[in-house]
């Protein structure tokens, strides 16, 4: 995709039709705005805050193999451990939000960050992986 690019898919986003579908439409046409320019996407995700009394937010899901989907998160899962561990627990908590960039040196710092080191499955965290070098 060409830096060029991102004014015009700037510009759609801020005049994007609102569908009263839970963010469905506007996933479906983002990929295709985007991919028209060159991105090479093969999955894509956002997630939408609710003021729904049973659900905390709805996560919306694009794989090209499969197309859209919506995934309604009830607030039963905020006290899962998975939800617990994750970076969006921990700045709903307080903790100051990641700003790394991900290439050059900073790239390798990005990979000791606290969020990235507890987003690790246990078994590598407990033999000191270097996953990922």
Do not use: Y
Not at 7 to 21: E, G, K, T, V
Not at 36 to 46: D, E, I, K, N, T
Request: charged residues 25%; proline residues 8%; hydrophobic residues 40%.
């Amino acid at each position: 995709m060409k830096p060029s690019s991102v004014p015009d898919i700037q510009a759609w986003l801020l005049s994007a039709r609102h569908d009263d579908d839970g963010g469905v439409s506007l996933m479906a046409r983002l990929v295709e705005v985007v991919r028209q320019h060159g991105l090479p996407l093969w999955r894509a995700s956002f997630s939408l805050m609710t003021r729904h009394p049973e659900l905390v937010w709805r996560s919306v899901q694009w794989i090209q193999a499969e197309g859209v989907k919506m995934i309604e998160r009830s607030r039963a899962s905020l006290d899962e451990p998975f939800f617990q561990r994750s970076p969006i627990a921990m700045l709903r908590r307080g903790a100051p939000p990641i700003r790394v960039r991900l290439e050059g040196e900073s790239r390798v710092a990005f990979r000791k960050h606290p969020f990235v080191l507890l987003m690790r499955p246990a078994r590598e965290r407990s033999r000191g992986s270097n996953h990922g070098r």
